[in-house]
């Protein structure tokens, strides 16, 4: 069964301090797995997307990493901002071309000053 | 950059009554658009899949009769809740993408009440 989860679930952390975001998917066959942040009442908004062979990607102070082999990706985020709390969802396509994409549950990063 | 936009953001309608949300794509043509409910806390629920010209492809569970979407161009979808009941309040979100493209941007997103 294709799945995708996310962990922890929900996440608190000091203004400034950095944090890292689990997912671990099942689907196969894989594509391309993409990080959102959705603000809350807002539509998610693409971080970063890796394919099969990237192992890592940075958009400022985001870091995502892929490892296929093991079917695990992360989001590190550094020096954390308020502006920073949203939920962060992991996606994963099985095809290049198609219209599947599989959904984490999220990991919601609420950032106190 | 490539823009989604929803009308409107939020909604109160009263029941049975019916509501159309917009999405459009507003700097590039989007051959499919996806139609997402989210919950409070939850992740997003793949409603239905418009391609351009046809007719949607609704999921499981999910009353097309009910949830009626259009896409009649290439840049606007809209999805009609029609006989709205307190329980379909929730938040819409659409998302288009490119044409041969995997990139799917999203739209801002609707908050619906229906009291």
């Known amino acids: 069964k294709n799945q995708v989860e996310q962990s922890p679930q929900s996440l608190i952390i000091l203004e400034g301090k950095n944090c890292t975001l689990q997912?671990?998917?099942?689907?196969?066959?894989?594509?391309?797995l993409r990080w959102y942040k959705q603000d809350t009442g807002r539509g998610p908004v693409s971080l970063t997307i890796?394919?099969?062979?990237?192992n890592t990607k940075s958009n400022g102070r985001y870091t995502a990493t892929l490892d296929a082999d093991t079917k695990q990706s992360s989001l590190h985020i550094t020096a954390s901002q308020l502006s920073d709390s949203a939920s962060y969802i992991c996606?994963?396509?099985?095809?290049?071309?198609?219209?599947?994409?599989?959904f984490g549950t999220g990991t919601s990063l609420t950032v106190i000053p | 950059g490539a823009v989604v936009s929803q009308h409107p953001s939020w909604v109160i309608c009263k029941s049975g009554t019916s509501v159309k949300i917009e999405c459009r794509s507003l700097?590039?043509?989007?051959?499919?658009m996806f139609w997402y409910r989210q919950f409070p806390k939850q992740s997003l629920m793949l409603m239905a899949t418009?391609?351009?010209?046809?007719?949607?492809?609704?999921e499981q569970g999910v009353e097309k009769d009910k949830f009626l979407i259009n896409h009649a161009s290439l840049t606007l979808s809209t999805l009609t809740v029609t006989s709205a009941h307190p329980e379909d309040s929730s938040f819409y979100i659409c998302?288009?993408?490119?044409?041969?493209?995997?990139?799917?941007?999203f739209g801002q997103g609707t908050r619906l009440t229906v009291v």
């Open positions: 700097d590039f043509q989007a051959t499919t």
């Open positions: 998302s288009a993408r490119r044409v041969f493209n995997t990139e799917a941007f």
């Open positions: 418009s391609n351009e010209g046809s007719k949607a492809t609704y």
């Open positions: 997912c671990n998917y099942t689907v196969s066959p894989f594509s391309n």
């Open positions: 890796m394919t099969f062979s990237e």
């Open positions: 996606v994963v396509s099985p095809t290049n071309t198609g219209n599947q994409f599989y």
